[in-house]
């Protein structure tokens, strides 16, 4: 088993990164939120980082979103700012460990579909590597970071009988020094994108362009209404692809690439992205004022830990 | 969510992270556990997958990643979908493009659910549970919950 290969989130940091790398990270959303707004207020998507590579597009809400070294970021100051707290009750907390890297690499990258020959020659609709051994490594990650009984209740803050222990425990200081409060961090950007991804579907271009991919699939005798219904087929179930699945994959990205399904459905979904993005500007710039401020924070806190 | 390192992409796609111990159509531990302790009470999982909004209604737990909730290999039972516990509205029906809210318990990772199969499409995601476990009804992927993963 290969589990040391998979490279996980933040790993290419180390455990604390430096502040230059830290603020360096927040800088992209700064400029996002108050440079790069379009001019109606709303930020524009963008296919030229690589027109080919649909992971390194761009929708016009992502800059309303933490990106994923920002979500590295953001996680790393949370669990450090945990073990800081716990230390001050006298336990050994050791933050909880990023997680193996596996699935899509941005949020744009699978959002149509597979896009990458190299990885569908071995994997077909699956993303590269194995994912035996990344659900296993998972696993290991994840039970490394069980708590004994007297821990849990100090970091949740549940009958510990400590004195001064703060509200709703470490878990909750944790999540209040870096993001200013309690509660959950808005989802208005992820849920007016997904709404956005829905409709876009619908629109004609993409269903045109969802027609011409399906003739064209049927032409090579694969039998599929929409292009994501291919890697739902039940006959692809195997963690392992096999033939007939690289096969179908190989036969959907020449269909793809024909029809420029990809590109249509991020085109669509971009416009209704940035009308989303015009309606609810105010609640979307509050929000990202609240994760400018956290990003400041957390990285503050994974240079002190405190 | 993540940076795919190039490397991996070029060392998976030479086959150098193929692993060795799992013939094709094999079920793994994972797969096993989810299966057979999704609907156990006693089970430590962490994220739970309901039929109605709001948490209500039948619900399921999952423990790890799922690349299909409607077909999954189980040895000794074929390609078998993921199902609704038997309590509750829902109950027995399948899981996959049928729930309309999740809860995420773990208080250090996230948890995220995807429109399609093998974490294609777009996403809804929860955020770590703290210092209670965290809902959401789900948007996107409202009845359209193919596969899901940590996160």
Redesign the interface.
Known sequence: ??LS???V?GA?RGARPALALAIAVALPLLAACGGQSGKDGAADGDRSADPGNP?TWVLPLQAYMPD??Q?DLL?QA??DAKAACMARFGFNYRP?QP?P??????LT??????H?R??A???G????????????E??QV?EA?TLTPAEEAV???KDSGKAGLPE??C??E??RRVYGADG??S?LA??L???A??KAKKTEPVRKAFRSWSQCMAKQGYAYDEP?DA????A?????A?PAEIATALADLECRGEYRVAEVWFDAETRLQREAAEQHVQELQEAGQVLETSLKAAARTTVTGS | MRTLAKALTVASAAGLLMFSGAPANASTPQDEDNFWLGCQSYNTFKFRLYYNSNTAGAYRDFGYAVGNFGAVEIYGSGTVAYKFCSTGAGAGQGVKNNAASATNEHTSYGACIYYSSWFNGAKDSLQPGIPTPVSKNLVNTYNENASFQWC
């Open positions: 088993m290969v290969s998979f490279r989130r290419s992971a994923s070294e979500e996680f949370v669990e909880a997680l890297d596996f699935g899509p690499d941005t990258d699978l959002r149509y579909g597979i990458d190299q990885v020659e071995t994997y609709y699956k993303p590269a590597g194995d994912m035996i051994a990344y659900r296993e998972t696993r994840m970071g970091m949740t803050g709703g425990g878990a909750s944790a999540h959950q961090v989802t992820m849920d994108s997904n709404e991804y829905a994501l890697p739902s087929d039940p692809f179930a195997a963690l392992k096999e």
